[in-house]
């Protein structure tokens, strides 16, 4: 009996100290909530700097529904164990971050832990964020601070047990945070270590560019080859690449500045909200970003070496057209005029054969840039596509797209094509389908 009664003791020892443990490690205090700072006590070059450093990290997008108060929050977020909705990020102090201090901010960005002491989910990119630095989170600090309060609670998040145990995240933690800054790398350029810290920090490119493990964090063996988005497929930046002419600095550049390229398209999906803040940060940042992206890109495979000129050279379609008539009549009737005219983007359309999207082994790009086309940009001088969602129906859609791939692409033809365009054409209804961000009338919504 006596050796029982010391194993059991052993036992109960044993859980203490791992609940203990547990606890310790998935606890965090809170930080006292304060009155918020008048605008008027913030530096405006701060506050400018926080504006700029607030479009580079794609704020706006993430957190503000369509047609919605700027910076409110509520935007779902889907991932494969539930939506995680985006939380109010305006100086509200009831629904907002109006009642957090600098420090508590700082907390939140590189730890990912919220005012009051709950772990936030990873949907909030902190394991980017926590590069960033702490004079940069004072800016963003300074920037949010100043947006016009905005009184709204996002809808509650849709996670199935046991992911909405947020205690669980502090497992999560200890397995794929690493809080460090970037290290300059002093055989680069100051250019190229500027592009590093934004790309891998604030930017954090790698949340869409890189696949996710089971437990969604993004895999370190494979940075930058390729993850999801949206519906959308982000494609790889590294030498993985499918683009049929290699992406160099210039290009980067010039697609990430204005949001086309000739050698390569035009950004569409999440993309093309990237792009759409980068279009007001200075230069050197853009710059920045595309000498660092180019350089890791890796070695390109030798096809990708010719220059566009090699690779837009005209071909046959006989084949193409002899083994899908249906299709090669809608691409004559709907798109040759434009992607096959004389006018150079941004007026006309881009040689196929450049596409990364009918390149790529997955369509799901193309079928979405064929749906909903490419609209207009007011004020500017930009690429434009009408989108044929309600000219189309899919058995039209999918022969338009087996004659595409087959004729420009040079791969082999896509697996399940019909069951990728009903799904594409069923993400883009629901999409059309607005969600109330004020559904739930009690305040403090956590992301």
Request: charge should be negative; hydrophobic fraction near 40%; charged fraction near 20%.
């Amino acid at each position: 009996m006596a050796g029982q009664s010391r194993i059991v003791a052993g036992v109960v020892v044993v859980v203490l100290v791992v609940a203990a443990a547990g606890f310790a490690v998935a606890w965090r205090p809170s930080i006292a909530a304060v009155a918020p700072p008048r605008p008027d006590t913030f530096d405006p070059e701060i506050v400018k700097r926080g504006r700029d450093l607030a479009l580079i990290g794609n704020c706006n997008t993430c957190h503000t529904v369509r047609g919605s108060a700027n910076y409110a929050g509520g935007v779902p977020v889907p991932t494969s164990f539930g939506t995680v909705f985006s939380s109010n990020i305006t100086p509200d102090t009831e629904t907002g971050i109006g009642g957090w201090s600098e420090e508590a901010f700082v907390r939140a960005m590189g730890s990912g832990v919220s005012r009051d002491g709950h772990h936030l989910y990873p949907t909030f990119p902190y394991d980017h964020f926590t590069h960033v630095s702490d004079a940069d989170d004072r800016a963003l600090y300074a920037f949010l601070m100043t947006r016009e309060p905005v009184r709204a609670s996002p809808p509650k998040n849709e996670l199935s047990f046991p992911f909405n145990y947020r205690p669980l995240l502090a497992g999560w933690k200890l397995l794929y945070l690493r809080s460090a800054e970037v290290r300059p790398d002093a055989s680069k350029s100051a250019e190229w270590n500027r592009g590093a810290y934004l790309v891998e920090g604030l930017a954090h490119c790698g949340a869409c560019h890189t696949p996710r493990n089971a437990l969604g964090a993004e895999r370190v063996n494979a940075q930058f080859a390729g993850g999801e988005v949206d519906n959308w497929h982000a494609y790889a930046l590294n030498d993985a690449s499918h683009a049929p002419v290699r992406w160099d600095a210039d290009a980067l550049y010039a697609y990430l500045r204005r949001g086309w390229h000739a050698d390569h398209g035009t950004a569409r999906g999440p993309m093309a909200e990237v792009v759409s803040n980068l279009s007001s940060v200075a230069d050197s940042d853009v710059r920045a970003i595309a000498v660092y992206m180019a350089d890791i890109s890796g070695a390109p495979a030798p096809d990708r070496t010719r220059p566009a000129g090699d690779v837009v050279a005209p071909s046959s379609s006989a084949d193409a057209t002899q083994a899908n008539a249906g299709g090669a009549a809608i691409y004559a009737a709907a798109c040759a005029s434009c992607h096959e005219g004389s006018r150079p983007l941004p007026f006309g359309g881009v040689n196929l054969a450049l596409s990364t999207a009918i390149a790529s082994p997955d369509p799901r790009n193309l079928i979405n840039i064929v749906l909903s086309g490419v609209p207009a940009v007011a004020g500017e001088a930009s690429p434009i596509m009408p989108g044929f969602a309600a000219n189309m129906d899919d058995a039209q859609m999918v022969a338009l797209l087996s004659y595409l791939r087959a004729r420009f692409g040079k791969q082999p033809a896509w697996d399940d094509l019909d069951k990728a365009v009903r799904d594409a054409r069923a993400s883009q209804t629901a999409s059309l389908t607005p969600r109330d961000a004020s559904a739930d009338p009690k305040p403090g919504g956590k992301p």
